[in-house]
């Protein structure tokens, strides 16, 4: 498990909140995912929640496999 991933999780926990270790494991894949999240949020506009880039049919399909997984 990495330094930015101990730390990441142990502020996501605090918050309530899931934090994934394949979505959030490095620095790579924490950039990565909230690349992923910011292009469908360009995309759709900053009123689509996360629940709806899940729900529609494109790329954010990708993190709903990766949010079943892990949960």
């Given at each position: 498990?990495?330094?930015?991933?101990?730390?990441?999780?142990?502020?996501m926990?605090?918050?309530?909140?899931?934090?994934?270790e394949t979505?959030?494991?490095?620095?790579?894949?924490?950039?990565a995912?909230?690349?992923?999240?910011?292009?469908?949020?360009?995309?759709?506009?900053?009123?689509?929640?996360?629940?709806e880039?899940?729900?529609?049919?494109?790329?954010g399909?990708?993190?709903?496999?990766?949010?079943?997984?892990?949960?």
């Amino acid at each position: 498990m990495s330094e930015l991933y101990r730390y990441f999780k142990e502020n996501m926990d605090a918050l309530g909140l899931a934090a994934p270790e394949t979505l959030f494991a490095n620095a790579t894949t924490a950039l990565a995912t909230a690349t992923a999240l910011a292009t469908q949020i360009d995309k759709f506009g900053s009123r689509v929640t996360v629940m709806e880039i899940i729900d529609s049919d494109h790329p954010g399909k990708m993190l709903d496999r990766h949010w079943q997984q892990t949960a």
